[in-house]
């Protein structure tokens, strides 16, 4: 087992790194503070290629590894974790999506613009009653002959107003429950396809996360992806692969935090020494160091096998819980070291915390990524 990255992965971490200090940094603060997309940070991310990481070349994407995929994210979440998601989404779950299961006229049409970010694709899967429980959708696509009739609602979609192309599952045949589902190409422009008011979040305030609506939405026939009734499989195949993408965030958003908390402790002094030289703060520190090295660990192990062509749902969980759960525990220690600094804007740890919080709930919550783990410890 070998722990040294190649060449070229320390040139793309230093890459990402270098634009998140560069061209994330700056405005971070304000396009939190007014919800604000990062539109030309994301056409600097398309140019560097951060879009379609993965993306065989032919198709328009950079070609990539998965570990080059999970430093890149690390890094660009480390100071802007809204920009991180618009990232792993539109890579993980719709790239991915496309290039790993539709037909060569659906890459061609669809995955070209989007591995080169000329257009930004979004996944929708969840719905106002169908969060967890993925299986009970309510949209529903009737079979019309040459087109489905694509009808219901979709909630909290990352991407959702800025996107062109949209991954939409939905039921074809209540009858058959999950072997009933399909997953469509969507385009923005068909009529009856509307999109409600922007979310006012919590946090990753930058990103963009919508409602959809449809009504009466003609879905060519060609635009189904593989057979009849594989939606719900494809939509848990792309979602093992996007959880390796939002454990790297969480990754980013707790090693930014620990950097922050690593330097502020050495400068701030307290009862005449840093405040790094009292044990309550330095264990505090050391435990962070550790939970985020063990949580790289796993996105690494995750991402490993998924290069190697293995089943990643059991280790795509592990990382993506573990590394969430880092994230919130690293970023509440550290507001509590930055103390009252900690709790303004300007120190960028409050906005951190916030930003955590959603990555114990999408791409499978916690709870979730449980249920995930503890059946495949029987399979
Ligand atoms: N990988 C591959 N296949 C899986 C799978 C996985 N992780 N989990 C389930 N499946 C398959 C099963 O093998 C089964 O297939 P077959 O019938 O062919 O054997 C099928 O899916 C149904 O599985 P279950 O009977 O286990 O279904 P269930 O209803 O009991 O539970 C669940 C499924 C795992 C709980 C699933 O509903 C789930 O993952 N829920 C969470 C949904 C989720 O992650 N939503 C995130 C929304 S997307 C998002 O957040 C994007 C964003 O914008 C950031």
């Known amino acids: 087992m070998d722990f040294k990255l190649t060449e070229e992965q320390i040139m793309i971490q230093q890459a990402a790194r270098d634009f998140a200090q560069t061209e994330l940094l700056p405005g971070v603060i304000e396009r939190d503070e007014h919800s604000k997309f990062p539109t030309e940070q994301v056409k600097m991310m398309a ?39 618009i990232m792993s989404v539109n890579n993980s779950l719709v790239c991915a999506g496309i290039e790993k299961f539709c037909n060569e006229e659906q890459k061609q049409k669809y995955l070209v613009p989007l591995a080169k970010g000329e257009v930004i694709g979004a996944f929708c899967l969840s719905e106002p009653e169908a969060g967890s429980d993925a299986t009970s959708q309510k949209t529903t696509a009737i079979d019309k002959g040459d087109y489905y009739l ?59 996360t919508h409602s959809l ?11 189904r992806i593989g057979a009849n009734g594989f939606g719900f499989n494809f ?20 090693s930014g935090a ?7 402790a050495q400068e701030r002094v307290a ?18 160091h550790l939970q985020i090295t063990a949580a790289r660990m796993l996105c690494f192990k995750a991402a490993f096998e998924k290069d190697n062509g293995e089943d990643i749902s059991h280790s795509g969980a592990m990382a993506k819980l573990f590394a969430s759960e880092t994230a919130m525990n690293t970023t509440i220690e550290a507001v509590q070291i930055h103390g009252g600094n900690g709790y303004v804007s300007e120190y960028h740890v409050e906005r951190m915390m916030r930003d955590a ?21 029987t399979k």
């Open 213 to 223: 609506m449809f009504s009466d939405v003609k879905v060519p026939k060609e635009n």
């Open 258 to 264: 620990y950097e922050l908390a690593l330097k502020y």
């Open 357 to 377: 919080k959603i990555t114990q709930i999408y791409e499978g919550t916690s709870e979730i990524q449980r249920i995930v783990i503890s059946r495949g410890l």
């Open 271 to 288: 009862f005449k020494k840093p405040i790094i030289q009292h044990q309550a703060i330095a264990f505090k520190l050391a435990d962070m």
């Open 47 to 85: 140019d560097l290629g951060f879009l379609g990481m993965m993306v065989d070349p032919k198709y328009g994407g950079a070609g990539l590894d998965s570990i080059s995929y999970v430093l890149a994210i690390e890094e660009i979440a480390k100071v802007d974790a809204s920009a991180a998601v």
């Open 150 to 208: 694509l009808n219901g609602t979709k909630n909290w979609i990352t991407n959702g107003g800025t996107a062109s192309t949209y991954i939409v599952i939905a039921q074809t045949d209540v009858e058959k429950g999950h072997k009933g589902i399909n997953a469509f190409l969507v385009e923005k422009s068909w009529e009856g396809f509307s999109i409600g008011p922007k979310e006012k979040k919590m946090g990753i305030r930058g990103s963009d």
């Open 235 to 254: 939509a848990m195949a792309v979602l093992n692969g996007g959880r390796i993408g939002i454990a790297s965030q969480a990754l980013g958003i707790a």
